[in-house]
């Protein structure tokens, strides 16, 4: 008798479904956190209308940093879909290029928003300053936190867990274009929060 | 490799290269988008305005990476369908939301209190006066 257990349907297609289960899961995560970021963009709303006055986020905040910092995410969200396109094409090394790229990227975003942050405390700007401030760091912070989520996950996968392309490559590219899809999600957050946070008018 | 294999594989490869010209025709759409949006920042359109033109963009470049990189421009069914469900909670809690907005407006407490320097000069009928 196995000892070990198959998961069904991580490198096929289930009949129902018509996706591998890791896809459907991570889909519904996204859901989830789609209704978690949500929220934070639900108080910043009713901040903003409920008060009197708004501050402009570019007046004291870095807005060039924090264009570079966009550049810098969606670049990685590039190199992320090339390293799957790229097992995909049964291409491992470049794959470990890419995802070695997107790490980076990753690294380069945190060092950016980390200049920023020591930038702010040195000013005196602290989530206790604020409303608005309050609302920059809670939502930076959290998609913060995400990015170091997804730098974990990548690394695993760059790292001890490439193992499995030489033993499981179907699966292996699976993981991998479900790992993107949350990368992707964390990307498509920022993209919301640096106009909402940097740009829009204040009033 | 058989000669159906082979061929398969062509296909195969040439369908992912077809996808990877289109990321990267994303990437620059993404680039461009992130450029605009600094431009008409600076540009005084007023706040309605303002607020509107730099969302526009932020949904447009947020759409290119849900349905290119995120493959939902070809997704089976039960991902639209998870999709459908999340949009209405979030449309709900917005709508909630913005109910409870109009419950604080001149309230000076409670737990939709505005802070006083906050509470709009027109007070709601009934609201105690300063």
Redesign the interface.
């Known amino acids: 008798m196995s000892a070990a257990i198959e998961i069904p349907f991580n490198s096929t297609e289930r009949p129902d479904t018509g996706l591998y289960n890791a896809k459907l899961g991570v889909w519904l995560f996204l859901a989830s956190e789609v209704m978690l970021f949500g929220a934070l963009f639900s108080s910043y709303v009713l901040l903003r209308t409920g008060a009197e006055t708004w501050e402009h986020g570019a007046a004291f905040l870095n807005v060039p940093l924090a264009t570079i910092n966009t550049l810098v995410l969606i670049i990685s969200s590039v190199t992320m879909v090339m390293s799957w396109a790229s097992l995909k094409m049964n291409n491992f090394g470049r794959y470990k290029l890419y995802m070695g790229l997107t790490i980076l990227c990753g690294v380069g975003f945190l060092v950016i928003k980390s200049f920023e942050y020591a930038h702010k405390f040195e000013t005196g700007l602290w989530p206790s300053t604020s409303t608005f401030m309050a609302l920059y760091f809670t939502m930076t912070g959290l998609h913060g936190l995400h990015v170091i989520g997804g730098m974990i996950v990548n690394s695993y996968l760059w790292g001890p867990g490439s193992k499995m392309w030489h033993t499981d490559p179907v699966r292996f590219t699976n993981r991998i274009e479900v790992a993107g899809l949350y990368w992707h999600f964390v990307d498509l957050v920022w993209i919301f929060l640096f106009p909402t946070l940097y740009l829009l008018p204040g009033k | 490799m058989n000669p159906i294999e082979a061929r398969m594989s062509t296909t195969?490869?040439e369908e992912?290269h077809h996808?990877?010209r289109i990321?990267?025709k994303?990437?620059v759409a993404?680039?461009v988008g992130?450029?605009v949006?600094?431009l008409a920042?600076n540009v005084h359109?007023?706040?309605v305005l303002?607020?509107i033109v730099?969302?526009l963009?932020?949904t447009v470049?947020?759409s290119l990476?849900?349905a290119f990189?995120?493959h939902l421009v070809a997704e089976?069914?039960?991902?639209y369908w998870?999709?459908v469900?999340?949009a209405s909670?979030?449309v709900a809690?917005?709508g909630l939301?913005?109910f409870?907005?109009d419950d604080?407006?001149g309230r000076p407490q409670g737990i939709f209190a505005?802070p006083q320097?906050?509470?709009?000069v027109h007070q709601a009928e009934g609201a105690p006066k300063e």
Do not use: D, E, N, W
């Open positions: 195969h490869h992912i996808h990877v990321y990267i994303v990437f993404l680039a992130t450029i949006t600094v920042s359109l007023g706040i303002g607020i730099a969302l963009i932020a470049k947020g990476v849900a990189f995120m089976r069914k039960v991902i998870v999709l469900l999340t909670f979030v809690m917005m939301i913005m409870a907005h604080q407006q505005v320097g906050h509470v709009p």
